[in-house]
Protein backbone atom coordinates (compact mmCIF):
# COMPACT_ATOMS: atom_id res chain seq x y z
CA UNK A 1 0.00 0.00 0.00
CA UNK A 2 1.24 3.44 -0.81
CA UNK A 3 2.51 5.48 1.89
CA UNK A 4 0.09 8.10 3.58
CA UNK A 5 0.93 11.57 4.87
CA UNK A 6 0.62 12.08 8.86
CA UNK A 7 -1.94 14.15 9.24
CA UNK A 8 -0.88 18.10 9.33
CA UNK A 9 -0.95 19.76 13.10
CA UNK A 10 -3.63 21.44 14.39
CA UNK A 11 -1.98 24.87 14.20
CA UNK A 12 -1.21 24.74 10.04
CA UNK A 13 -2.98 27.40 8.74
CA UNK A 14 -4.99 25.15 6.58
CA UNK A 15 -6.02 23.02 9.44
CA UNK A 16 -6.96 25.62 11.62
CA UNK A 17 -9.05 27.80 8.65
CA UNK A 18 -11.28 24.37 8.42
CA UNK A 19 -11.58 24.41 12.10
CA UNK A 20 -12.30 27.90 13.27
CA UNK A 21 -15.73 28.28 12.36
CA UNK A 22 -16.47 25.83 14.66
CA UNK A 23 -13.99 27.29 17.67
CA UNK A 24 -15.78 30.57 16.90
CA UNK A 25 -19.40 28.73 17.84
CA UNK A 26 -17.82 27.39 21.04
CA UNK A 27 -16.95 30.86 22.13
CA UNK A 28 -20.39 32.04 21.24
CA UNK A 29 -22.27 29.30 22.80
CA UNK A 30 -19.85 29.91 26.31
CA UNK A 31 -21.01 33.51 25.91
CA UNK A 32 -24.80 32.42 25.78
CA UNK A 33 -24.47 30.10 28.62
CA UNK A 34 -23.03 32.46 31.19
CA UNK A 35 -25.46 35.24 30.16
CA UNK A 36 -28.23 32.34 31.07
CA UNK A 37 -26.95 31.34 34.44
CA UNK A 38 -26.29 35.26 35.41
CA UNK A 39 -30.05 35.95 34.22
CA UNK A 40 -31.11 33.37 36.89
CA UNK A 41 -28.88 34.95 39.75
CA UNK A 42 -26.30 32.48 39.57
CA UNK A 43 -22.64 33.33 40.61
CA UNK A 44 -19.54 32.16 38.43
CA UNK A 45 -16.89 30.17 40.87
CA UNK A 46 -13.07 29.84 39.71
CA UNK A 47 -12.05 26.26 41.45
CA UNK A 48 -8.69 26.54 42.33
CA UNK A 49 -7.17 23.27 39.75
CA UNK A 50 -4.71 21.71 42.06
CA UNK A 51 -6.69 19.63 44.90
CA UNK A 52 -5.69 17.52 47.70
CA UNK A 53 -7.47 14.77 46.29
CA UNK A 54 -9.05 14.57 42.56
CA UNK A 55 -12.24 13.00 43.58
CA UNK A 56 -12.58 8.82 44.72
CA UNK A 57 -14.60 7.56 42.34
CA UNK A 58 -12.93 4.14 41.55
CA UNK A 59 -12.64 4.35 37.70
CA UNK A 60 -11.89 8.45 37.34
CA UNK A 61 -8.16 8.69 36.82
CA UNK A 62 -5.77 11.72 37.58
CA UNK A 63 -2.56 13.59 36.95
CA UNK A 64 -0.68 13.85 40.15
CA UNK A 65 1.79 16.54 41.12
CA UNK A 66 3.26 17.73 43.79
CA UNK A 67 4.17 21.71 45.60
CA UNK A 68 7.25 22.36 47.09
CA UNK A 69 7.50 24.49 49.93
CA UNK A 70 10.37 27.47 50.43
CA UNK A 71 12.24 25.16 52.69
CA UNK A 72 11.87 21.96 50.32
CA UNK A 73 9.07 20.09 51.61
CA UNK A 74 6.96 18.34 49.33
CA UNK A 75 3.19 18.17 49.10
CA UNK A 76 1.33 15.03 46.80
CA UNK A 77 -1.33 17.43 45.01
CA UNK A 78 -3.59 16.41 42.15
CA UNK A 79 -4.70 18.28 38.97
CA UNK A 80 -9.09 18.39 40.10
CA UNK A 81 -11.18 15.92 38.06
CA UNK A 82 -14.27 17.87 38.88
CA UNK A 83 -15.08 21.18 40.52
CA UNK A 84 -17.64 19.41 42.38
CA UNK A 85 -15.37 19.57 45.97
CA UNK A 86 -14.78 23.31 45.74
CA UNK A 87 -18.47 23.91 44.71
CA UNK A 88 -19.86 21.94 47.28
CA UNK A 89 -17.47 23.92 49.90
CA UNK A 90 -18.87 27.04 48.31
CA UNK A 91 -22.57 25.69 49.25
CA UNK A 92 -21.50 25.13 52.78
CA UNK A 93 -19.84 28.93 52.81
CA UNK A 94 -23.06 30.13 51.51
CA UNK A 95 -23.33 30.23 47.83
CA UNK A 96 -26.80 29.03 46.92
CA UNK A 97 -26.24 28.90 43.15
CA UNK A 98 -22.55 28.67 42.21
CA UNK A 99 -21.73 27.76 38.68
CA UNK A 100 -18.30 27.21 37.35
CA UNK A 101 -16.68 26.64 33.66
CA UNK A 102 -13.77 24.91 34.64
CA UNK A 103 -10.49 23.12 32.62
CA UNK A 104 -10.48 19.68 34.15
CA UNK A 105 -8.22 16.94 34.08
CA UNK A 106 -8.39 13.19 33.93
CA UNK A 107 -6.21 10.92 32.87
CA UNK A 108 -6.40 7.34 30.74
CA UNK A 109 -9.09 8.96 28.43
CA UNK A 110 -8.25 10.38 24.98
CA UNK A 111 -10.48 8.92 21.93
CA UNK A 112 -13.30 10.59 20.01
CA UNK A 113 -15.55 11.60 22.72
CA UNK A 114 -12.50 11.82 25.71
CA UNK A 115 -10.03 14.36 25.79
CA UNK A 116 -7.52 14.60 29.00
CA UNK A 117 -8.36 18.04 29.27
CA UNK A 118 -12.02 19.61 28.79
CA UNK A 119 -14.08 21.81 30.04
CA UNK A 120 -17.25 21.07 32.38
CA UNK A 121 -20.14 23.50 32.87
CA UNK A 122 -21.03 22.77 36.63
CA UNK A 123 -23.27 24.28 38.34
CA UNK A 124 -25.76 24.03 42.00
CA UNK A 125 -29.23 24.99 43.27
CA UNK A 126 -29.47 24.98 47.52
CA UNK A 127 -32.75 23.83 48.56
CA UNK A 128 -33.70 23.31 45.49
CA UNK A 129 -34.76 19.27 44.13
CA UNK A 130 -32.73 17.86 41.31
CA UNK A 131 -35.62 18.28 38.99
CA UNK A 132 -35.00 21.63 38.70
CA UNK A 133 -32.04 20.37 36.81
CA UNK A 134 -34.25 18.14 34.16
CA UNK A 135 -35.30 21.48 33.81
CA UNK A 136 -32.34 23.89 33.43
CA UNK A 137 -30.83 20.73 30.85
CA UNK A 138 -33.93 21.06 28.71
CA UNK A 139 -33.65 24.80 28.42
CA UNK A 140 -29.68 24.71 27.91
CA UNK A 141 -29.84 22.37 25.05
CA UNK A 142 -32.64 24.31 23.60
CA UNK A 143 -30.08 27.53 24.22
CA UNK A 144 -27.08 25.68 21.90
CA UNK A 145 -29.00 24.86 19.46
CA UNK A 146 -30.11 28.66 19.05
CA UNK A 147 -27.13 30.03 19.19
CA UNK A 148 -25.85 27.64 16.80
CA UNK A 149 -28.42 28.47 14.38
CA UNK A 150 -29.54 24.21 13.86
CA UNK A 151 -32.85 22.39 14.71
CA UNK A 152 -31.03 19.36 14.98
CA UNK A 153 -28.17 17.51 17.52
CA UNK A 154 -26.36 15.65 15.49
CA UNK A 155 -22.87 13.07 16.04
CA UNK A 156 -22.12 10.44 13.37
CA UNK A 157 -25.76 10.52 12.16
CA UNK A 158 -28.13 10.72 14.91
CA UNK A 159 -30.09 13.04 16.14
CA UNK A 160 -32.17 14.15 18.50
CA UNK A 161 -34.12 17.44 18.27
CA UNK A 162 -33.07 19.78 21.23
CA UNK A 163 -36.41 21.70 21.43
CA UNK A 164 -38.29 18.84 22.66
CA UNK A 165 -38.92 17.48 25.95
CA UNK A 166 -36.59 15.39 27.19
CA UNK A 167 -37.52 11.78 27.27
CA UNK A 168 -37.40 10.60 31.35
CA UNK A 169 -36.43 6.71 31.62
CA UNK A 170 -35.67 5.60 35.03
CA UNK A 171 -32.42 2.41 34.67
CA UNK A 172 -34.99 -0.10 35.93
CA UNK A 173 -37.40 0.65 32.55
CA UNK A 174 -34.29 0.89 30.46
CA UNK A 175 -32.84 -2.51 31.71
CA UNK A 176 -35.97 -3.93 31.14
CA UNK A 177 -36.53 -2.11 27.15
CA UNK A 178 -33.12 -2.65 26.10
CA UNK A 179 -31.80 -5.83 27.29
CA UNK A 180 -35.15 -7.68 28.95
CA UNK A 181 -33.17 -7.54 32.55
CA UNK A 182 -35.27 -6.78 35.92
CA UNK A 183 -32.55 -4.52 37.83
CA UNK A 184 -34.12 -4.24 40.99
CA UNK A 185 -34.69 -7.54 41.19
CA UNK A 186 -30.34 -7.89 42.00
CA UNK A 187 -30.70 -5.07 44.33
CA UNK A 188 -31.82 -5.19 47.84
CA UNK A 189 -33.75 -2.36 49.90
CA UNK A 190 -30.61 -1.86 52.00
CA UNK A 191 -28.41 -1.11 48.49
CA UNK A 192 -26.56 -4.74 48.61
CA UNK A 193 -26.32 -6.37 45.27
CA UNK A 194 -26.81 -9.52 44.70
CA UNK A 195 -23.78 -10.28 41.76
CA UNK A 196 -25.20 -13.68 41.09
CA UNK A 197 -28.52 -12.94 39.93
CA UNK A 198 -27.66 -9.97 37.64
CA UNK A 199 -24.98 -12.63 36.32
CA UNK A 200 -27.26 -15.09 35.44
CA UNK A 201 -29.67 -12.40 33.99
CA UNK A 202 -26.68 -10.92 31.51
CA UNK A 203 -25.76 -13.68 30.05
CA UNK A 204 -29.94 -14.97 29.03
CA UNK A 205 -29.41 -11.56 27.53
CA UNK A 206 -26.08 -12.95 25.41
CA UNK A 207 -23.63 -10.65 26.76
CA UNK A 208 -20.60 -11.98 27.68
CA UNK A 209 -20.08 -12.89 32.14
CA UNK A 210 -16.55 -13.55 33.69
CA UNK A 211 -16.18 -15.39 36.76
CA UNK A 212 -14.37 -12.21 38.04
CA UNK A 213 -17.12 -10.00 37.00
CA UNK A 214 -18.38 -7.97 39.78
CA UNK A 215 -21.90 -6.91 39.83
CA UNK A 216 -21.18 -3.20 39.07
CA UNK A 217 -18.50 -4.67 36.20
CA UNK A 218 -22.13 -6.19 34.58
CA UNK A 219 -24.08 -3.33 35.24
CA UNK A 220 -21.55 -0.91 33.36
CA UNK A 221 -21.48 -4.08 30.46
CA UNK A 222 -25.46 -3.95 29.96
CA UNK A 223 -25.44 0.02 30.11
CA UNK A 224 -22.66 0.55 27.62
CA UNK A 225 -23.62 -2.21 25.39
CA UNK A 226 -27.35 -2.41 25.25
CA UNK A 227 -28.54 0.80 26.71
CA UNK A 228 -26.54 4.05 25.72
CA UNK A 229 -26.27 3.30 22.03
CA UNK A 230 -31.01 3.69 21.93
CA UNK A 231 -30.53 6.75 24.56
CA UNK A 232 -31.28 10.42 22.96
CA UNK A 233 -32.27 9.53 19.71
CA UNK A 234 -34.72 11.82 18.25
CA UNK A 235 -34.99 13.56 21.02
CA UNK A 236 -33.11 13.80 24.17
CA UNK A 237 -33.05 11.48 27.23
CA UNK A 238 -32.88 11.53 30.62
CA UNK A 239 -31.82 8.35 32.73
CA UNK A 240 -32.67 8.59 36.27
CA UNK A 241 -32.57 6.51 39.36
CA UNK A 242 -29.79 5.35 39.41
CA UNK A 243 -28.84 1.92 42.11
CA UNK A 244 -27.02 3.27 44.89
CA UNK A 245 -24.20 1.61 44.50
CA UNK A 246 -23.96 3.43 41.07
CA UNK A 247 -24.46 6.97 42.89
CA UNK A 248 -21.30 7.74 45.45
CA UNK A 249 -21.99 11.07 45.44
CA UNK A 250 -25.66 11.18 45.18
CA UNK A 251 -28.45 10.75 48.13
CA UNK A 252 -31.15 7.68 48.28
CA UNK A 253 -34.30 8.52 46.53
CA UNK A 254 -37.31 9.01 49.11
CA UNK A 255 -39.67 7.27 46.97
CA UNK A 256 -37.35 4.34 46.78
CA UNK A 257 -33.86 3.23 49.10
CA UNK A 258 -32.98 1.27 46.31
CA UNK A 259 -31.97 4.04 43.96
CA UNK A 260 -30.96 7.35 44.32
CA UNK A 261 -31.44 10.58 43.33
CA UNK A 262 -28.69 10.72 39.79
CA UNK A 263 -29.42 11.66 36.10
CA UNK A 264 -27.70 11.37 33.15
CA UNK A 265 -28.45 13.80 30.26
CA UNK A 266 -28.38 11.82 26.82
CA UNK A 267 -28.32 12.64 23.58
CA UNK A 268 -27.23 11.50 19.89
CA UNK A 269 -26.18 8.69 21.64
CA UNK A 270 -23.54 10.86 23.80
CA UNK A 271 -23.35 11.01 27.58
CA UNK A 272 -23.51 14.99 28.18
CA UNK A 273 -24.55 15.61 31.70
CA UNK A 274 -24.55 13.86 35.44
CA UNK A 275 -26.56 15.04 38.46
CA UNK A 276 -27.26 14.69 41.93
CA UNK A 277 -29.71 15.34 44.54
CA UNK A 278 -26.28 15.82 46.77
CA UNK A 279 -25.63 13.61 49.68
CA UNK A 280 -24.94 15.53 52.60
CA UNK A 281 -24.14 12.64 55.06
CA UNK A 282 -20.53 12.74 56.02
CA UNK A 283 -20.63 9.67 57.74
CA UNK A 284 -22.13 7.97 54.65
CA UNK A 285 -20.61 10.06 52.20
CA UNK A 286 -16.90 8.33 54.16
CA UNK A 287 -18.26 5.13 53.65
CA UNK A 288 -18.97 5.06 50.01
CA UNK A 289 -15.40 6.85 49.33
CA UNK A 290 -13.65 3.83 51.20
CA UNK A 291 -15.66 1.43 48.91
CA UNK A 292 -14.68 2.84 46.40
CA UNK A 293 -10.71 3.30 46.92
CA UNK A 294 -10.98 -0.28 47.69
CA UNK A 295 -12.20 -0.95 44.21
CA UNK A 296 -9.92 1.08 43.01
CA UNK A 297 -7.16 -0.73 44.25
CA UNK A 298 -8.08 -4.00 43.14
CA UNK A 299 -8.27 -2.80 39.61
CA UNK A 300 -5.67 -0.07 39.29
CA UNK A 301 -3.33 -0.56 42.00
CA UNK A 302 -3.51 2.83 43.73
CA UNK A 303 -5.84 5.09 45.73
CA UNK A 304 -6.53 8.58 46.30
CA UNK A 305 -6.65 10.10 49.35
CA UNK A 306 -9.95 11.35 51.07
CA UNK A 307 -9.87 15.24 51.33
CA UNK A 308 -10.84 15.79 55.22
CA UNK A 309 -12.22 19.39 54.70
CA UNK A 310 -14.58 18.04 51.78
CA UNK A 311 -16.16 16.02 54.59
CA UNK A 312 -16.29 18.77 57.17
CA UNK A 313 -17.96 21.33 54.62
CA UNK A 314 -20.29 18.29 53.39
CA UNK A 315 -21.49 18.52 57.14
CA UNK A 316 -22.06 22.32 57.13
CA UNK A 317 -23.69 21.80 53.51
CA UNK A 318 -27.28 22.82 52.75
CA UNK A 319 -29.61 20.37 51.09
CA UNK A 320 -29.03 20.76 47.40
CA UNK A 321 -28.83 19.46 44.03
CA UNK A 322 -25.85 19.82 41.42
CA UNK A 323 -24.78 19.04 38.15
CA UNK A 324 -21.84 18.22 35.85
CA UNK A 325 -22.40 18.82 32.13
CA UNK A 326 -19.55 18.28 29.35
CA UNK A 327 -19.43 21.75 27.53
CA UNK A 328 -16.71 20.65 24.50
CA UNK A 329 -19.51 17.28 24.11
CA UNK A 330 -22.43 19.48 23.82
CA UNK A 331 -20.14 22.14 21.46
CA UNK A 332 -19.79 18.96 18.95
CA UNK A 333 -23.21 18.22 19.11
CA UNK A 334 -24.28 21.65 18.02
CA UNK A 335 -22.04 21.88 14.53
CA UNK A 336 -22.17 18.26 14.39
CA UNK A 337 -18.22 17.64 14.69
CA UNK A 338 -17.18 13.76 14.76
CA UNK A 339 -14.57 14.37 17.59
CA UNK A 340 -13.90 16.48 20.39
CA UNK A 341 -10.46 17.76 19.38
CA UNK A 342 -12.54 19.31 16.08
CA UNK A 343 -13.83 22.00 18.67
CA UNK A 344 -11.20 22.39 21.08
CA UNK A 345 -9.06 25.59 20.26
CA UNK A 346 -5.46 23.82 21.25
CA UNK A 347 -5.79 19.83 21.86
CA UNK A 348 -3.40 18.66 24.20
CA UNK A 349 -0.25 16.65 22.49
CA UNK A 350 1.55 14.09 22.83
CA UNK A 351 -1.03 11.64 23.39
CA UNK A 352 -2.27 9.00 20.73
CA UNK A 353 -5.84 9.55 20.35
Given at each position: ????????????????????????????????LR?????R?????????????????????????E????S??????????????????L????????????????????????????????????????G??????????????????????A?????A??F????????????????????L?????????????????????????????????????????R?????????????????????????????????A???????????????????????????????????????????Y?????F???????????????????????????????????????????
Amino acid sequence: MPATDPPSPWWSPARHADRRPRLILRNRMLAALRAWFAARDFVEVEAACLQVSPGNEAHLSAFATEAVGASGARTALYLHTSPEFACKKLLAAGEARPFSVARVFRNRERGPLHHPEFTMLEWYRAREPYGALMRDCADLLALAAETAGVRHLAHRGREADPFAEPERLTLAEAFSRHAGIDLLATVTPDGSTDRDGLAAAVAGAGLRVADDDTWADLFSRVLVARIEPGLGIGRPTILCEYPVSEAALARPSPADPRVAERFELYACGVELANAFGELTDPDEQRARFTAEMAVKQRVYGETYPIDEDFLDALGQMPEASGIALGFDRLVMLACGAPRIDDVLWTPVAGTAP
